[in-house]
């Protein structure tokens, strides 16, 4: 299971943890093409939970700063605007809304089962392939964390479909990795954060 005390500060939290997670997969991809796919994906997800801040030819410039800031400026992709470490972007954080809504499965979150239903609406195409398989990876590595076992992986195809009211399905060409990939971020990533339990020493 995943605790809050393991988890690494967001430097924007207005995106919500499975954003960033979706950006830490990302630099995982070691083919550039779809690294380049899922970083625009990501930017469009990003815009489309701040509807506020559309407007303007270069509205997104401030999404693929945002984009890198998350990713530690570690993020090897193609941005469409010429950016740089040293620059920020006014960003004020809206506040969060704590609504009665159901969450069906909560070790996904809201924000996922959100982004599930808003992808479902996207036109059929590869962009719209790329979003799924990116939730798809996610959507593994936080089953894994909160059940701390294995799981098959026709349990999230099968979410997928269910969450997006049977509009969403993986493309035929997509595979999910072993299960101890996923976890060996988490691991890296708590060792980073100092978060391993600590053998306690055997009393003499």
Excluded: C
């Amino acid at each position: 299971m995943e605790y809050n005390t393991q988890r690494t500060k967001l430097k924007i939290n207005d995106y919500g943890r499975n954003i960033y997670k979706l950006i830490q997969y990302t630099k995982t991809v070691e083919d550039r093409e779809k690294r380049n796919q899922m970083a625009s994906a990501i930017v469009d997800i990003m815009a489309q939970n701040s509807p506020d801040a559309k407007g303007g030819e270069d509205y997104k410039r401030k999404f693929w700063v945002h984009l890198m800031i998350l990713a530690d400026w570690e993020l090897d992709v193609d941005v469409p605007y010429e950016i740089s470490r040293e620059e920020t972007v006014e960003f004020t954080p809206h506040a969060l809304k704590y609504g009665q809504e159901k969450i069906q499965y909560r070790h996904y979150g809201a924000i996922m089962e959100k982004m599930i239903r808003r992808v479902a609406e996207y036109p059929e195409g590869e962009e719209r392939d790329e979003l799924v398989s990116l939730m798809a990876h996610a959507m593994k590595r936080d089953y894994l964390l909160w059940n701390s076992d294995t799981v098959e992986d026709g349990v999230i195809t099968q979410q997928i479909e269910e969450l997006s009211d049977n509009k969403l399905q993986l493309p035929e060409d997509f595979q999910f990795k072993d299960f101890r990939e996923y976890l060996k971020g988490t691991d890296e990533e708590r060792r980073a954060n100092g978060t391993h339990k600590k053998k306690k020493k055997k009393k003499k």
